[in-house]
């Protein structure tokens, strides 16, 4: 585990020599003692990707020299799969099959942005067509400067690769700042970088709070972008931050996604994605589809199945075999989470299953998975992201209801809808605001496809051409090309 900082190619010491601990949430244990950057620290690593990118030899490669770095990165991760998937269970506590599975996703991340980056050897330069023979125009994407990624403790080396593949493929050289909950990987990142030699100040990461790197690296003059996926509240800061300098932003944010299912699907499908909706990495999947709206003719037996089927999953330590729910990521998350559920029941809502601490751990913040019916549609629990392996259920009598219902939110990152009429399927999934729609199924992301929300839960997309998108810039470049003078102001 890594106990220094990466700033420009090295490791390097907090300037204040602080550090924070690292908590297992299966044990409550201090497995490690992280890096606590501060502002001074930010600033060196700001400085290190401005000269890298304003004098380094990064964005003057070719896509296709980027794109063999980010290969190489890809390598190193498969290489090291089962080293950093245990890491990230030791810090996250999800169970090590998702954690394989999230670092699978990420190497195939930086393998996908290295195609892209290839292309840009030919597709970065389009020439527009003029009303004027007179003139040549072309239009040039090209890399927008130093990124700020500011990542969440989910999914903490995937939403990493999420932002920092896109970035190098364009160009961009790029702070990386990971939650102070799960930084355990993104710092093996920087080791992954040196490894494969890297250039220089083209990645540095930094590690600690909010307040003492996250801020100062959004209020930063020398970063022309910001990436940030995480929460309302605090999207909305940086969002204001990056204002004060026009800085361009991209924020992944938010959800309360909901899940339509008409009373002609298939019950123990729409169970088997109602659950991987919402009991996947505990719940705390900012797509999670945590409303769950069934149609009256199927909502008894389903619940009756829902409620049956949540019984039956095990919770544990990640790394036992056979667990599929581990612990939430901190005691502030279980606490939240909890209290949220007895909200929900003082606000009418029933609990069906769970809804309380799991039985039988002398440590660690595990809960049992939950489900939620009769949720009135004023309360907290139907309207608010709870972050938790928590489900809130309600009827629904047609299909009009469904898409008001299902709308009606401040949100609109993910839905999902299940029928067998595939005519209604697509109807509805037309209907609803929501950047991401899945029909018969929940949440399956691929690398290819925009990810993104609509409403408070984001701006902008990451993944797919629209990720490398968010870090380039349109230049304009115009030629005179007639022999004729001007003649304007000389005749």
Same mark, same amino acid.
Request: proline content about 5%.
């Given at each position: ?15 204040? %020599? %602080? ?36 004098? %380094? ?7 296709? !020299? ?8 890809? +390598? ?21 099959? !998702? ?22 050897? #030919?597709?970065?330069?389009? /020439? ?7 003139? #040549? ?25 999420? *932002? ?8 961009? =050289? ?7 909950? =799960? ?23 930094? =590690?600690? @709070?909010? +307040? ?5 690296? @959004? ?5 022309? *972008? ?7 509240? /605090? ?11 026009? *800085? ?22 729409? $169970? ?18 945590? +409303? ?17 089927? #949540? ?11 056979? /667990? ?12 939240? $989470? ?8 003082? !606000? ?21 998975? /939950? ?7 004023? @309360? ?14 309600? +009827? ?58 609509? *409403? ?10 629209? %990720? ?24």
């Amino acid at each position: 585990m890594q106990t220094r900082l990466f700033i420009d190619g090295q490791w390097a010491e907090p300037v204040h %020599g %602080g550090t924070f601990p690292v908590i297992d949430p299966a044990t409550e244990a201090v497995i490690h003692h992280a890096p606590a950057a501060t502002a001074a620290d930010v600033d060196r690593a700001v400085q290190a990707a401005r000269a890298a990118f304003d004098h %380094g030899p990064w964005r003057r490669l070719t896509g296709a !020299e980027r794109a063999r770095y980010l290969r190489a990165i890809a +390598r190193q991760i498969r290489e090291r799969l089962e080293e950093l998937a245990r890491l990230e269970v030791l810090d996250n506590g999800k169970p090590l099959p !998702e954690a394989r599975w999230d670092i699978g996703d990420a190497a195939g991340c930086f393998e996908y942005y290295a195609g892209l980056a290839e292309e840009l050897d #030919t597709q970065a330069v389009e /020439t527009i067509s003029l009303p004027d023979a007179r003139f #040549t125009s072309k239009a040039v994407r090209e890399a927008v400067g130093v990124a700020g990624a500011i990542v969440p403790w989910n999914y903490p080396l995937l939403m990493a690769a999420w *932002k920092v593949a896109p970035a190098l493929a364009a160009g961009c =050289t790029i702070v990386l700042k990971p939650s102070e909950l =799960t930084s355990l990987t993104a710092l093996e990142l920087g080791a992954i970088a040196q490894k494969v030699e890297l250039p220089a100040g083209v990645l540095n990461i930094v =590690t600690g @709070s909010g +307040r003492d790197v996250g801020q100062p690296l @959004s209020e930063h003059p020398g970063v022309d *972008k910001l990436a940030f996926t995480g929460s309302v509240p /605090t999207g909305s800061k940086i969002m204001a931050a990056a204002a004060r300098d026009i *800085k361009r932003v991209s924020l992944e944010l938010g959800g309360k996604s909901p899940f339509v299912v008409f009373d002609d699907a298939d019950i123990a499908r729409a $169970v088997e994605w109602i659950m991987f909706g919402i009991f996947w990495n505990q719940g705390q999947v900012c797509s999670a589809t945590s +409303r769950v709206l069934v149609q009256e003719g199927l909502y008894e037996r389903l619940v009756e199945r829902l409620v049956e089927e #949540t019984g039956k999953i095990r919770i544990g330590n990640g790394l036992e075999d056979g /667990t599929l729910l581990g612990p939430l990521v901190s005691r502030d998350q279980f606490d939240k $989470v909890l209290a949220a559920v007895d909200r929900a029941r003082a !606000e009418g809502a029933r609990v069906a299953t769970g809804g309380r601490a799991a039985p039988g751990f002398a440590a660690g913040y595990f809960m049992e998975p /939950t489900v939620l019916v009769d949720v009135p549609l004023e @309360s907290a629990a139907w309207n608010e992201e709870i972050f938790g392996p928590v489900v809130a259920v309600r +009827r629904f009598r047609d299909e009009a209801e469904a898409v008001r219902l299902a709308n009606d939110s401040v949100f609109g990152l993910g839905a999902a809808v299940m029928s067998a009429d595939d005519a209604r399927a697509e109807r509805v999934a037309a209907a609803l605001r929501a950047g991401i729609v899945w029909i018969n199924c929940s949440q399956p992301t691929f690398t290819e496809a925009p990810w993104g929300g609509y *409403k408070q839960s984001g701006i902008g997309r990451e993944l797919g051409r629209w %990720g490398l998108n968010n870090y380039l810039e349109t230049k304009q470049i115009t030629r005179y090309v007639s022999d004729e003078p001007w003649g304007w102001y000389i005749k």
